[in-house]
């Protein structure tokens, strides 16, 4: 754990980077989970599926059985005012939107993801070069020369893929 928080430490100085990658992966997964589900009345009246009808209108609320049963009643309403074929015209539009953003928000948190690993592996290579500096001659006698430049290359790019990994599964997988 304790190495764990030594490597984190070159993320402080990208906190500006950091927040706006993790709002990108939190609008990513968001519009993962909503597009998804949106294909549903598409299918359904595609394929023949009556949509139920209810008598009042629903409220929204914030929990997953009320939201669902709140967009098929504002479907189910869209197709009874306006017909099938302009609904589902509606319906497309709408999954090509919430894709759209998904995709956006994907590409916005690689674009902001870039800068931050390039500092990082600056402030990497630039302590390593540090300390190479300060390491007495008879070090480098002793190892091979290609050697220690496979082991510096391979450790920093092992410390990349480690830092910018954990950003980008703990804020995106789990949703």
């Known amino acids: 754990m304790k190495q764990f928080r030594r490597l984190l430490s070159y993320i402080k100085n990208y906190k500006a980077l950091v927040a706006a990658n993790i709002f990108c992966n939190v609008m990513m997964a968001l519009f993962t ?6 294909i ?6 595609l394929f023949g599926k009556n949509i139920k009808t209810t008598a009042e209108p629903l409220q929204w609320a914030w929990n997953i059985d009320a939201s669902v049963a709140y967009v098929q009643a504002y ?3 869209l197709i009874q005012d306006q017909g099938q074929e302009r609904a ?8 090509v939107v919430l894709f ?7 590409y916005l948190s690689l674009a902001v993801m870039a800068p931050m690993r390039n500092g990082i592996v600056r402030d990497i290579r630039q302590q390593l070069f540090a300390k190479v500096l300060q390491l007495p001659l008879s070090y480098f006698s002793e190892e091979r020369k290609g ?4 082991r510096i290359t391979a450790d920093v790019q092992e410390v990349e893929w480690s830092i910018l990994n954990v950003l980008e599964i703990i804020f995106r997988e789990p949703l």
């Open 100 to 106: 759209f953003l998904k995709n956006l928000f994907r």
């Open 75 to 77: 479907f189910a309403q």
């Open 40 to 45: 549903i009345p598409f299918l359904q009246v």
């Open 88 to 95: 589902l015209a509606y319906i497309c539009v709408a999954i």
């Open 147 to 150: 050697d220690l430049m496979a």
């Open 33 to 38: 989970v909503v597009s998804i589900p949106a």
